[in-house]
């Protein structure tokens, strides 16, 4: 099977957590292919390994992590002549010490043809130790996707969520990842965990007894769980959620800060933790102490001079949604150069064994499989398809991946 497109421009647009950037870098895939790009979209290290081997064409790679790829595939990739940048999606709050060990190096300030950032805060952060780096602040599309100007990307998924909910409290976990997460790195983490659970769970159930509805949306990372007076719904982003709930519950969890810019009330319980992640993310939320009733009406978007100084100074473009993925599809489409088409039918086989892999992996090693396979929803991969018919465009679906070829 051949790709019959206009353009011979590619720009592959990673993903790994489909709940987290999919949608976002679905905005900017849109783009790509109307400016009369081919794009391929999906699953990270399944698009990577379809590279390697040659089943697509040298193009851009935008990647979910500024980190530059592991050497032996980078090698090959860049001998084929592709072209690496990023936007960190764990970039919005991070300190140095952990962005320098684990997401960040010499060789991505090196190699990156150009690395997109949050705002003015994660920018100097790089530049203070890599001056030389190619580095553009860009904001990120996520945080656009909460503006209300927005929710028409949603419209299906906020349909059926006030169809299905009507009016309801929504609360976000972030505290009960599955059990082999943790270790002697982060045995703290565990103990902060426990006790936001606690304190959440305690306001969930004082909402119950009064007559509130309450839905619980897990972390996308987090274990399964079930609850006895709630319903559990983890499907989509938050936004469609935010766009629709009266109040947002969390602790310890920059959904908070996604609250703030979507114009949602949020409340948390008060926390003692000094971790700078969570101080940021407890920042946007009214904090409650252990309350005998709470009065929704009482609660109203937190909204100061501080705070809104305090957001645009870790995000850019904040109050103008379509600049974010605009500018970077400018950006990718600037950098990216001609190549020739390739035969791409075998990246289906690729697929199949990369998932294989993955699972055997996992089960050596002892460890619970959905903790990965959870990350990346095929049926949201289906959803963003729809969005893309939707828009006039031919997505064609091969494994995790979606190709948009061009309209141009």
């Given at each position: 099977?051949w790709?019959s497109?206009n353009s011979n421009?590619?720009?592959y647009?990673?993903?790994e957590?489909?709940?987290r950037?999919l949608?976002?870098?679905?905005?900017?895939?849109t783009?790509?292919?109307?400016n009369?790009?081919?794009?391929?979209l999906g699953e990270?290290?399944?698009?990577?390994?379809a590279c390697c081997?040659?089943l697509?064409p040298?193009?851009?790679?935008?990647?979910k992590?500024a980190?530059i790829?592991?050497?032996?595939?980078?090698?090959?990739?860049?001998r084929?002549?592709f072209v690496?940048?990023?936007?960190?999606?764990?970039?919005?709050?991070?300190?140095?010490?952990?962005?320098?060990?684990?997401?960040?190096?010499d060789?991505?300030?090196?190699e990156?043809?150009?690395?997109f950032?949050?705002?003015?805060k994660q920018?100097?952060m790089i530049?203070?130790?890599?001056p030389?780096a190619k580095?553009?602040?860009?904001?990120?599309?996520?945080?656009?996707?909460?503006?209300?100007?927005?929710?028409?990307?949603?419209?299906d998924e906020?349909?059926e969520?006030?169809?299905k909910?009507?009016?309801?409290v929504?609360?976000c976990?972030?505290?009960?990842?599955?059990?082999?997460?943790?270790?002697?790195?982060?045995?703290?983490?565990?103990?902060e965990?426990?006790?936001a659970?606690?304190?959440?769970?305690?306001?969930c159930?004082?909402l119950?007894?009064?007559?509130?509805?309450?839905?619980?949306?897990?972390?996308?990372?987090?274990a399964?769980i079930?609850?006895?007076?709630?319903e559990?719904?983890g499907?989509?982003?938050?936004?469609?959620?935010?766009?629709?709930?009266?109040?947002?519950?969390?602790a310890?969890?920059a959904?908070?800060?996604?609250?703030y810019n979507?114009g949602?009330?949020?409340?948390?319980?008060?926390g003692?933790?000094?971790?700078?992640s969570?101080?940021?993310?407890?920042?946007?939320?009214?904090?409650?102490?252990?309350?005998?009733?709470?009065?929704?009406d009482?609660?109203?978007?937190?909204?100061s001079k501080?705070?809104d100084r305090?957001?645009h100074?870790?995000?850019?473009?904040?109050d103008?949604p379509?600049?974010?993925?605009s500018i970077i599809?400018?950006k990718l489409e600037k950098?990216?150069f001609?190549v020739?088409?390739k035969p791409?039918?075998l990246a289906?086989?690729?697929a199949?064994?990369l998932?294989?892999?993955n699972f055997m992996f996992?089960?050596?090693?002892?460890r619970?499989?959905a903790?990965i396979?959870?990350?990346f929803?095929?049926?949201?991969l289906f959803?963003?398809?729809?969005?893309?018919?939707d828009l006039?465009?031919?997505?064609?679906?091969?494994?995790?991946n979606?190709v948009?070829?061009?309209?141009k």
């Amino acid at each position: 099977m051949w790709l019959s497109n206009n353009s011979n421009r590619w720009v592959y647009v990673l993903v790994e957590v489909t709940k987290r950037e999919l949608d976002s870098r679905a905005l900017i895939a849109t783009k790509l292919a109307q400016n009369g790009l081919n794009v391929v979209l999906g699953e990270k290290n399944e698009i990577l390994w379809a590279c390697c081997l040659g089943l697509y064409p040298p193009g851009v790679i935008f990647d979910k992590c500024a980190q530059i790829l592991d050497d032996k595939k980078w090698h090959i990739l860049k001998r084929k002549g592709f072209v690496f940048t990023s936007l960190d999606e764990e970039g919005l709050v991070t300190q140095a010490d952990y962005f320098f060990s684990q997401r960040f190096s010499d060789n991505a300030a090196n190699e990156s043809a150009l690395i997109f950032c949050w705002g003015r805060k994660q920018a100097d952060m790089i530049r203070a130790k890599y001056p030389k780096a190619k580095l553009l602040e860009s904001g990120n599309p996520r945080m656009s996707l909460l503006h209300k100007n927005s929710k028409h990307w949603f419209k299906d998924e906020i349909s059926e969520i006030k169809k299905k909910y009507g009016k309801f409290v929504l609360v976000c976990s972030s505290f009960n990842p599955f059990e082999d997460s943790y270790d002697e790195s982060n045995a703290w983490r565990k103990k902060e965990d426990e006790e936001a659970k606690k304190s959440v769970l305690r306001i969930c159930d004082q909402l119950v007894e009064a007559g509130t509805k309450v839905i619980y949306r897990p972390h996308p990372s987090d274990a399964p769980i079930e609850l006895e007076n709630m319903e559990v719904d983890g499907r989509w982003s938050i936004a469609p959620w935010l766009h629709t709930c009266t109040l947002l519950i969390n602790a310890n969890c920059a959904t908070s800060f996604d609250a703030y810019n979507s114009g949602t009330p949020c409340i948390a319980p008060r926390g003692s933790s000094r971790e700078y992640s969570f101080r940021f993310a407890n920042a946007f939320a009214r904090k409650i102490k252990n309350q005998k009733s709470l009065d929704l009406d009482d609660f109203t978007v937190l909204r100061s001079k501080m705070h809104d100084r305090i957001a645009h100074h870790h995000v850019s473009f904040l109050d103008d949604p379509d600049e974010p993925s605009s500018i970077i599809a400018k950006k990718l489409e600037k950098i990216s150069f001609m190549v020739c088409q390739k035969p791409i039918y075998l990246a289906g086989i690729v697929a199949l064994l990369l998932n294989l892999k993955n699972f055997m992996f996992y089960k050596i090693k002892g460890r619970d499989y959905a903790r990965i396979s959870q990350k990346f929803s095929k049926k949201h991969l289906f959803e963003i398809s729809k969005k893309f018919t939707d828009l006039n465009l031919s997505p064609l679906l091969i494994g995790k991946n979606i190709v948009l070829r061009s309209t141009k």
